[in-house]
């Protein structure tokens, strides 16, 4: 019998021999509790030392890594009193010549590479008197690793570390841990996809990511880490998507001809094709045994409410309460105003629900929901708090869904009865992140404008141009039209915006404007005074109105014919091209003028690729590639489990994979009890992930 005990990969991490209580401590803050859990603590980045080169060997402008001792060290201050920074010069001395490196600002290493270390540095070389590296990346050599098997001489693994472990410690645990454990994981991608998708097996490939034969192992063993993220991912929409199908609605929502008619004849216009054909792919979900679950995605203007107002009025007349959530209390005053419009004179009863409605009167909406007296419920995110009860809530529309996640999707669905769900989106999203967002939703696309719509110019101005901006501002307004100018977004700081939304209200009314009725709108003004001053926009008694980004979303002015940004280099692509969506809503040309101070090649390249195109995918793509995904839509909301190898905007082909696999498995197995039975601990370990 053995007198080492079992090591199996739930082990704590503190029995693998090495570690101890003291050294598990860091792990812990790294999140590696188990054995298992430090085989699956992939390394961040990985060094070539398979030819360490010799310091007389260094060739400017080429990558190196090399290792010698610390001959010399001397910390500076430079810069004088104004601009004092440190500087930290080492010399290493490696027997056949000297490499001095340089680290600015980062004094500790001083004493990280006192005289006579031992370290590897590794980065760009440059020529200065002979060889130079600045900020190189440092290794110290672990003393009681004199021949560090797996430190050297190969594709080295760098591990993320915190204080109180040295990376050749944490490369050795790690290598122990893989020893030990790895051939007893559970591979959760079941063997016959495997095979099919030619990846390799979850021991080979994590053996690989951390201790790489080569180049191309490395790259098969990441590919195939990838590809599980995404099953995972895809299969936890899967099975989502599966549960809400064997979910029974207790209603069904059928529309005849008749009712057909009598919604049609309440909309003052005929419907776009593509509003159509969306309409039709919701009446067939509403009259369906189980619940929708629909996206209905459609540029800014393409007009997503009319198709909403359809299924909400075929709500109402089969006896069911229809509630519409909107990301801000303008939207749902406009929403409401427009739903009033469709339904004067008839019988429908609307309410809104928002933050700001006094107490008493929203104790008696809320009583007047419960009891049934409402039929539609138009509100912000105040429609899913708790106190919000419902009589018979059938339909639930989530309008500019990207704004909301997922779970408060889930809390709004816990209030009716299995309601049919419809989520609008006027963010144009990547088809791929689509699938993964959205995942577990069927898509209708509204594609086409509304007819009669015109181009929108979109114009770079610098300050020189302003009286020229104003000059064509002043002649909108003389033909009627509205102008929005839009203050300058302040990050991080909710008192700012307002302060230079209202003085640059004061200054236009002072100076350019003169004469003219300047509004204010900003998100700190009390909800009455918002609806105010949206309705003299709106009539045109102030036909300028400065604002904050609040009217970002879904603002629908047809008279406004000119935009206004100021510091449009602070504002995301999509964000802008939601602004540009303000305009260009009625018959009459439209112009965006962007004021801008862009220093950066970035912002400009930006604020260029705005003014290049209106279409909305193109901004999207352009915008993701510049930000990510996670600012983009905010996925730390929206719910996505955190992922740590692959990407959501990596590899699309791989997510195409993925899918197609995990949903076919979802079908052949649904609770995965057989051929997914492998998958079924990994999923709900990757489901519990915070969300990245
Ligand atoms: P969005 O998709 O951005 O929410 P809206 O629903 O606000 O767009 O519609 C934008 C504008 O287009 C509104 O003024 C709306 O009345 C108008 N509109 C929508 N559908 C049509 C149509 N079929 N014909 C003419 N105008 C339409
Ligand atoms: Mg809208």
Not at 341 to 350: D, H, K, M
Not at 528 to 556: H, I, Q
């Amino acid at each position: 019998m053995s007198a080492t005990p079992e090591l199996g990969p739930d082990t704590p991490v503190q029995y693998l021999k090495g570690v101890g209580p003291r050294r598990a401590r860091p792990l812990a803050k790294l999140g590696v509790l188990t054995v298992g859990d430090l085989v699956r603590h992939l390394p961040r980045e990985h060094q070539d030392r398979r030819e360490l080169i010799t310091i007389r060997d260094l060739r400017p402008e080429t990558h190196a890594t090399v290792r010698g001792r610390v001959a010399a060290s001397r910390t500076r201050r430079v810069g004088g009193r104004r601009h004092p920074r440190s500087v930290v010069t080492v010399t290493l001395d490696d027997g056949t010549g000297l490499l001095v490196a340089e680290f600015w600002q980062q004094r500790w290493r001083g004493d990280q590479l006192a005289v006579g270390t031992d370290a590897f540095l590794s980065g760009r070389v440059t020529w200065e008197h002979g060889a130079r590296m600045s900020s190189p990346e440092v290794e110290v050599v672990d003393e009681d690793a004199e021949d560090d098997p797996v430190g050297a001489s190969r594709i080295v693994p760098i591990h993320p570390l915190t204080q109180g472990l040295h990376p050749a410690q944490v490369r050795r645990f790690v290598a122990r841990a893989l020893e030990a454990v790895v051939d007893q994981l559970e591979d959760p991608i079941p063997a016959p996809l495997r095979e099919a998708r030619e990846l390799l097996p979850l021991a080979d490939a994590l053996r690989q990511i951390h201790f790489p034969d080569d180049d191309d192992a490395l790259a098969a063993a990441r590919h195939r880490l990838e590809y599980e993220e995404l099953f995972l991912l895809q299969l936890g929409l899967a099975l989502r998507r599966r549960r809400h199908r064997e979910e029974l609605k207790p209603h069904r929502i059928e529309i005849d001809a008749r009712l057909d008619r009598r919604i049609r004849a309440r909309f003052p216009f005929t419907l776009t094709g593509a509003q159509e054909r969306c309409v039709s792919e919701i009446a067939a979900d509403l009259a369906a045994p189980t619940p929708m679950n629909r996206l209905l995605q459609g540029d800014v203007g393409a007009g997503k409410t009319v198709v909403a107002g359809y299924a909400m009025l075929a709500a109402v007349a089969r006896r069911l309460q229809a509630a519409l959530l909107a990301p801000t209390e303008i939207l749902a005053v406009q929403h409401h105003a427009t739903f009033a419009r469709f339904l004067a004179g008839s019988q429908v009863r609307i309410a809104t629900l928002s933050g700001s409605a006094r107490s008493k009167k929203r104790r008696e909406t809320l009583a007047a929901v419960a009891a049934g007296d409402v039929d539609i419920v138009v509100g912000t995110h105040a429609i899913i708090q708790q106190d919000v009860r419902f009589a018979s809530l059938g339909l639930v529309i989530v309008d500019e869904q990207h704004k909301f996640g997922v779970l408060q999707r889930a809390a709004l669905r816990s209030k009716g009865l299995a309601p049919d769900m419809l989520v609008m989106s006027a963010t144009p999203i990547p088809r791929t992140l689509t699938m993964t967002l959205f995942g577990d939703l069927d898509v209708s696309v509204l594609d086409e404008l509304p007819p009669g719509r015109q181009p929108i110019d979109t114009v770079l101005c610098e300050e020189t141009d302003r009286p020229q901006a104003y000059d064509w501002v002043r002649r909108e307004i003389r033909r009627g039209r509205r102008a929005y100018h839009v203050a300058p977004l302040v990050e991080e700081n909710d008192e700012l915006p307002l302060k230079a939304a209202v003085q640059l209200a004061d200054e236009l009314r002072e100076g350019p404007f003169a004469g003219i009725p300047v509004g204010l709108l900003h998100g700190r003004m009390k909800g009455p005074d918002k609806e105010l001053a949206m309705e003299a926009f709106r009539d045109g008694a102030t036909p300028v109105l400065v604002c904050t980004s609040v009217v970002e979303v879904g603002v629908d002015v047809s008279e406004a014919t000119v935009l206004i940004v100021e510091h449009a280099e602070r504002f995301g692509l999509a964000q802008l091209h939601q602004l540009r969506g303000r305009i260009g809503r009625g018959r009459d040309r439209s112009r965006m003028i962007l004021f801008h101070d862009a220093k950066t090649r970035d912002a400009r390249a930006r604020l260029d690729a705005l003014a290049g195109t209106t279409d909305g995918f193109k901004i999207a793509e352009a915008d993701l590639r510049i930000r990510g995904p996670g600012e983009f839509l905010g996925t730390r909301q929206s719910g996505v489990p955190e992922l740590r190898v692959a990407s959501l905007l990596g590899d699309p082909a791989l997510l195409l994979a993925a899918r197609e696999d995990a949903f076919a498995l979802a079908e052949r197995d649904p609770d995965l009890s057989d051929e997914g039975a492998v998958a079924a601990t990994a999923l709900r370990q990757f489901l519990s992930r915070r969300p990245g």
